[in-house]
């Protein structure tokens, strides 16, 4: 391991100690989130303002494009429904049955 490594290895540690013993005290406005210039993952999320941890997150329901908690939406499969899709609860139960008589 050389020294890059060893000194990025600290640098996870110490972060990820920040995050879990840090209060969260302030959070940032609502943003989007971006995994690289022009490539948005969906998300809107709210971090902490002093280590940056994602607190809150939210994503459109791929039905009704209303937003909602991330944690509460639920994922196609890829065989009922798009893989990678998330749907509210009201408009999964409904996308299924189209999809596939008789699943509720």
Not at 2 to 31: F, I, K, V
Not at 79 to 95: D, K, M, N, V
Request: with cysteine; net charge positive.
């Amino acid at each position: 391991m050389n020294a890059a490594e060893r000194l990025y290895e600290q640098y996870q540690r110490e972060l990820q100690h920040l995050q879990e013993t840090c209060p969260h005290n302030q959070l940032t406005d609502w943003m989007d989130e971006w995994r690289a210039p022009g490539h948005s993952t969906g998300r809107k999320v709210r971090a902490c303002a002093n280590c940056n941890k994602v607190i809150q997150a939210t994503r459109r329901c791929q039905a009704c494009v209303r937003e909602f908690p991330e944690d509460v939406l639920k994922e196609g499969d890829g065989r009922s429904l798009p893989i990678g899709a998330r749907y509210c609860e009201t408009c999964f139960r409904r996308e299924l049955s189209k999809g596939a008589p008789g699943v509720v």
